[in-house]
């Protein structure tokens, strides 16, 4: 294992290099994508055929295609590399932006975003991360695409209604085109090859694990809590610029002025609960608050949608809780899988959280077609009552971190021996050792972890 010291980052230049432009292929992905959900609805009226349903389903397609093919496409760059699989993706989700910008019925915007959610490479983008960045950086580098999706998705509900302005929601798909295209260039130009590419556990999804994922009860109300919050995003945002727009009296030019603020001020809310949740071992307290905050917000947005002050209020209570719980999810999964099932476990969170997008979507539009915009939030506030229920029946999680050990090539025996010594290390608490990755994957106390011991049974690096 390395004994750099280093810079904070702690990772080589090509590392950084690598884990910065892989969050950037994600960012501008994603950026293209989260830039429709504040004004798709303000112009969905000008498309022909559009009814408020039709409307929310263009708005929660792409999830769907996403969330049914972003395993397969990482199981496929195991296959066939990395790069084929992303630059392909990448391409899918360019010719699925050009068909919603050349659209002139919503039946078309449908077809090109469920294309766009087809472009579904985010498991090719964590697997060739992981290949490019040894096992103690790794974390760092997914952190990193972590904070790059949230700046993303601030940036462009600001950015969003202001290019409404400019050049329209077609003029907005053309640009995502435009940024996809770049992505395959950051790809080709700037993502060195990976010498190995192999399958990581804690990256990626492993078939063989799948079952035994899906049957964990605390993985699976993880699984709920991203769906669930993803859905209530997703359908809140099928109704919002238009109670906005048209019960507020806000022009949809001027609604960046409620979003920029609003987003400012809640972004830095969650930092002092995330600090409790983790150095105070207050994770279930806090998450738990953070569900009854959304719901709370859910409901001031049922009663007090007809003011653009108390519209902004509540958008900010409810940001603050939505940026505490995108933060604190990912932490409970990686404490609560089983060290070589993160990467399984984080597949299907991640598609359960797309496949809350599609489903939030699509009932918000129905519900807002068939009862009024009224319905959506009292739906929203509904399920996140239930998703509250699971929530609170969850076990208090072990304050353990996820670590890797390179210990190289080992036969059955010598790994399983090798894991009898690594378990007997003050402050290890599970170890999984797989002889043919050449690494062990270990669940650690961090306050209580014997580093010199521990070190002494890794493989040193190259």
């Known amino acids: 294992m390395s004994k750099n010291p280093g810079a904070a980052a702690g990772m080589s230049r090509a590392e950084a290099r690598s884990a910065a432009s892989m969050a950037g292929i994600y960012a501008l992905r994603m950026l293209g994508l989260f830039m429709i959900l504040p004004v798709f609805a303000l112009y969905a009226d000008e498309l022909e055929g559009t009814t408020p349903a039709l409307t929310g389903f263009a708005i929660g397609i792409y999830g769907m295609t996403q969330a049914l093919l972003q395993i397969p496409y990482g199981l496929l760059s195991d296959r066939i590399g990395r790069k084929p699989v992303i630059i392909f993706g990448l391409l899918v989700f360019a010719l699925g932006s050009v068909i919603a910008a050349r659209a002139d019925s919503i039946y078309l915007v449908i077809a090109g975003r469920a294309i766009q959610g087809a472009g579904a490479i985010a498991a090719a983008v964590m697997a060739l991360t992981a290949d490019l960045i040894r096992e103690e950086h790794r974390v760092k580098a997914m952190a990193m695409i972590g904070m790059s999706i949230g700046a993303s998705f601030a940036l462009a509900m600001v950015l969003g209604p202001v290019l409404n302005t400019w050049i329209g929601v077609p003029g907005i798909f053309w640009l995502t085109a435009v940024l996809a295209i770049g992505g395959i260039g950051v790809v080709v130009l700037l993502v060195p090859n990976p010498v190995v590419t192999r399958v990581r556990r804690d990256a990626e999804a492993v078939p063989a694990q799948f079952a035994s994922v899906l049957r964990d009860p605390q993985l ?29 009296g806000l022009t949809s030019s001027r609604h960046w002025e409620v ?7 809640s972004l830095p809310m969650a930092i002092p609960f995330i600090l409790q949740a983790e150095k105070h071992r207050r994770m279930k307290q806090v998450f738990v608050g953070a569900i009854v905050v959304i719901l709370l917000a859910e409901l001031a947005l049922y009663e007090f949608h007809y003011e653009v002050l108390t519209i902004a209020i509540s958008l900010f209570v409810f940001y603050s809780a939505f940026n505490l719980l995108e933060a604190i999810l990912p932490s409970l999964i990686a404490k609560m899988a089983p060290p070589d099932s993160k990467g399984t476990a984080m597949g299907f969170y991640s598609s359960s959280q797309f496949f809350g997008a599609f489903v939030g979507g699509t009932m918000g539009g129905w519900l807002h077609g068939r009862f009024g915009l009224e319905a959506v939030f009292l739906f929203c506030a509904a399920v996140t009552l239930v998703w509250l229920v699971f929530a609170a029946s969850m076990k208090n999680p072990r304050y353990l971190s996820t670590r890797l050990l390179r210990v190289g090539s080992l036969d059955p025996l010598a790994a399983r021996k090798l894991a009898q010594q690594i378990t007997a290390v003050r402050g290890v608490a599970e170890v999984v050792v797989i002889g043919e990755d050449e690494v062990a994957y270990l669940k650690i106390d961090q306050h209580a972890l014997d580093e010199e011991a521990l070190m002494a049974l890794a493989v040193p690096e190259a």
């Open 259 to 265: 979003y920029l603020p609003v987003l400012l001020l």
């Open 220 to 248: 699976l109300r993880l699984d709920i809590g991203i769906f669930s919050l993803h859905l209530i995003l997703t359908a809140s945002f099928v109704v919002l610029p238009l109670a906005l727009r048209d019960i507020a």
